[in-house]
């Protein structure tokens, strides 16, 4: 599909109740927005990159690193219960009117995921271009935390979340699972307009454990700069 026009939003709310700050925090020496920017630039298939913040130092450091904050965003869409898909919504709707054309297709890339790469985000729209499904939605295996190990509490005593079934003794005999990392969300555009990230034919693109970290503590941070720095070796 070569006539794709495809927004990236990459959405950079000021407030952080985890880690203050935190979308612009350094990473490695970087902003933790610029990392997400730097592989929304790198990537053969995004045509615009907009940032979608209602912080005006966040504004600042976004274009510093290269990306284009067109507008703040409307205090209605600033707080912590604004949902993601009313955020892109917003910022589709003001790409499309200040740029005088339709996109096809619309990536959300949060900047909590500063791992991702630019191959990453080519190879999900690659998927969601000639797949024909209505959304591509990135996942990573979970590994040692299979939801057979997993338990509620009763009365402080542990009881399991699943059933296993019965003959699966082995953890080689359970099935692959795999979560969400909020990496990448590519989703056509009739599809966010019906306000969903998934629509009804949803593909899964598996990353990596060591690319699917999410930030949201102090620990994250931690983690994701020695595998940065082991990326550089």
């Known amino acids: 599909m070569t006539d794709a026009r495809v927004l990236a939003v990459i959405p950079a709310r ?18 933790l927005i610029a990392h997400t920017i730097r592989a929304a630039q790198a990537a053969q298939r995004v045509d615009r990159i ?21 507008f703040l965003r409307p205090t209605e869409l ?40 630019a191959d990453d985000i080519d190879a999900a729209l690659q998927l969601l271009l000639t797949s024909g499904c209505d959304a591509v939605v990135s996942y ?27 003959g699966m003794t082995a953890r080689q005999q359970y099935p ?16 966010i307009l019906r306000r ?11 990353m990596p454990p060591e690319r699917s970290v999410n930030i949201d503590s102090l620990f994250d941070f931690e983690l994701a700069e020695f595998l940065l720095s082991r990326r550089e070796r």
């Open 196 to 206: 969903s990230f998934y629509g009804e034919d949803v593909r899964a693109y598996i």
């Open 176 to 191: 692959e699972v795999y979560r969400r990392n909020g990496a990448i969300y590519a989703t056509r555009r009739e599809v």
């Open 50 to 70: 907009l940032v979608s913040t209602d912080d005006a130092e966040i504004a600042a450091i976004a274009r510093q690193w290269g990306a284009d904050v067109p």
């Open 140 to 166: 990573t295996p979970v590994e040692s935390a299979h939801p057979f190990y997993m338990v509620t509490l009763e009365d402080g005593r542990p009881k399991p979340l699943l059933d296993v079934p019965a």
């Open 14 to 31: 000021g407030g952080s109740k985890g880690v203050p700050r935190k979308n612009i925090r350094l990473l490695a020496g970087v902003p």
């Open 78 to 117: 600033s707080g912590d219960r604004a949902a993601q898909i009313d955020v892109v919504l917003h910022a589709l709707r003001q790409a499309e009117a200040l740029d005088g054309v339709r996109y096809s297709h619309v990536l959300l890339l949060q900047p909590t995921a500063p791992l991702r790469t």
